[in-house]
């Protein structure tokens, strides 16, 4: 077999790698050629899995990406799989060391003079859209505003759920008929969408949540924090608040963190509190009201050109394989570069899916505060865990696992490359807004919804959600953009997955030249020329972190 094909059938990631990642499946017994060397394969190895490039001794290290991600625990042959039962997570330890780094910066000479057509707001920012907000003090009430959610989508042409409205209604009929409803089978096309009657108003977003009350104090308050960095959002133009009354978190305490965040805060706002009115159909019906008059004022708002310096992009994934590290977290990582050298800002977060990737990251902090705050936020995150009998090794899903994330450290070092190889300028706590352009670490827990929902707070106006398994997860205010690992995944689940990046493992495209395409993505969805697929489908999840208990 010769090298050009056994190019297409394994990469190695780094040249201290002792593991070759399978690009498709191997079976038991095939003879791979790679670099010069041949491997006679142990066992089958599936695609996404990996195998050793060398006989392996228990207790040895193993690298990937450069890194230590674990330690064999017996005795195996040269060829053989990874699995969860010979390799257990390790990572190397980590420390400030004033290192030196030196960033060579990608050539952004076809975007420098490109714009996107966002939403300005008097704090400098720019909006990629322009939403109307409702916000509760408390879960009490959630009732009321699913009550108004649905009155206000059907009406002004944001629902999303008429195909399947139409659908539950022939299953009715048919049964009222006397029909076996197995034989009802009607086409579950798209919904069309429909004509909106306010057209500069991108949606009315609903944070329904489970929190407010009944907590700590402390939760409380950082729930606040939260739902005033939404409402201080530059993706929000107005906002409307629910609140029963007797909560822990007051409105006073929710109306000071916006000030406090934004003290020339001019966007419209709302107050409707239940205890304080008659009957909750007045209350309905007078929030409603006001609503629909601040919505006419909101759509008098008007995209304009903005530079691509004013674009904020938060990097996630979720769902993860084999294929994320070496497909498209390094795609997004090249967006990630391009955008810090056209004078953006990129937010990296997760903190447990950075386990083993610490020492790059810290090497490559602007200052030693910045490195200090990201060790301390780290150390004192990871022994909370440890408190309630986990830890950042306990991370992977039976998902990865299954499709080749075999340890946390191995699913850390391929998430890491979201962040691209820029210097990092801040480390933002949860609910920090993030001021700088460069690349921010933001403190967040590594489940989808929690780390959306942080990486919203602290600024970012789009988000890049690579996943390798397939995840609907979305954002009330975010736009977020779902990059699929491998193009089985990207035509099997094409109702969620935005762009496809298995042209890298087939060969058909570069890194680089995936991550131009995703920024050209990226423009056309803040200009709003292209709405992504969790928009679409009005996926607005929306979950508070709870700190300690959450990977």
């Known amino acids: 077999m010769s090298e050009n094909n056994t190019k297409k059938l394994v990469v190695k990631l780094h040249p201290d ?59 195996l042959a040269k060829g ?56 509760p003090t408390v879960f009490c009430e959630n009732r009321n505003l699913d009550v108004i959610k649905e009155a206000l989508h059907k009406q002004l042409g944001y629902a999303v759920t008429d195909k399947y409205n139409q659908f539950t209604h022939e299953l009715l009929e048919g049964y009222l008929n006397g029909n076996d409803i197995n034989d009802i089978n009607i086409e579950l096309n798209p919904t069309p969408k429909n004509k909106r009657v306010f057209e500069n108003v991108d949606g009315i977003k609903f944070l329904n949540h489970q929190g ?51 003290p020339e805060f001019d966007k419209p706002l709302f107050i409707f509190e239940q205890q304080q009115t008659e009957s909750e159909e007045v209350l309905i019906t007078n929030a409603i009201k006001k609503t629909f008059e601040g919505l006419i004022e909101i759509n008098q708002y008007e995209r304009t050109d903005a530079p691509l310096s004013d674009l904020c992009i938060g990097v996630k994934c979720g769902g993860s394989d084999g294929f994320s590290g070496v497909s498209a977290n390094p795609a997004v990582g090249y967006t990630s570069d391009l955008v810090v050298a056209l004078g ?19 090497d490559r902090c602007i200052t030693e505060d910045k490195a200090k705050k990201f060790i301390d936020l780290m150390e004192s995150y990871d022994e909370l865990a440890h408190k309630v009998g986990s830890g950042f090794h306990m991370n992977p899903s039976p998902g990865n696992i299954k499709d080749g994330l075999i340890t946390d450290a191995i699913k850390s070092a391929g998430a890491a490359k979201k962040g691209g190889t820029s210097p990092v300028v801040d480390v ?120 300690g208990v959450s990977l």
């Open 17 to 75: 790698d002792n593991v070759l990642v399978a690009l498709t499946d191997l079976q038991k017994g095939e003879t791979i050629h790679f670099e010069n060397e041949t491997y006679v394969l142990q066992d089958l190895i599936k695609a996404k899995h990996k195998f050793y490039m060398q006989d392996m001794k228990q207790g040895e290290e193993v690298n990937m990406y450069g890194v230590l991600v674990g330690k064999v625990q017996n005795d």
């Open 80 to 135: 053989s799989l990874m699995t969860t039962e010979n390799l257990k997570h390790a990572a190397d330890p980590y420390a400030y060391r004033n290192a030196s780094y030196e960033w060579n910066a990608p050539d952004v000479s076809k975007f420098e003079n490109r714009t996107f057509k966002g939403y300005k707001r008097k704090d400098g920012r720019v909006g990629t859209a322009n939403y109307w907000l409702f916000v």
């Open 212 to 262: 407010g009350c009944g907590g700590t104090r402390q939760d409380a308050s950082t729930l606040s924090a939260l739902l005033a960095s939404y409402a201080n959002h530059p993706n929000v133009g107005g906002i409307t608040l629910l609140s029963l009354g007797c909560q822990h978190l007051q409105v006073q305490d929710f109306v000071n963190d916006v000030k406090r965040q934004n």
């Open 344 to 362: 953006g800002k990129i937010l990296l977060a997760e903190f447990p899916e950075l386990c083993g990737a610490e020492q790059n990251l810290i």
């Open 428 to 547: 933002l706590d949860y609910t920090e807004l993030v001021t700088k352009p460069g690349l921010s670490l933001v403190c967040t827990p590594g489940n989808d919804v929690e780390a959306t929902t942080g990486k919203a707070a602290s600024g970012a106006t789009l988000i890049l959600f690579t996943t390798g398994l397939g995840t609907p997860t979305g954002n009330p205010v975010c736009p977020v953009i779902k990059v699929a690992t491998n193009s089985v995944l990207a035509t099997r689940m094409k109702d969620i997955i935005d762009i496809d990046c298995g042209p890298i493992i087939s060969g058909e495209k570069s890194i680089e030249e995936m991550g131009e395409e995703i920024l050209e993505y990226c423009i056309k969805a803040a200009s709003g020329e292209i709405i992504p697929k969790a928009v679409q489908l009005n996926q607005d999840d929306f979950i508070p972190w709870k700190r």
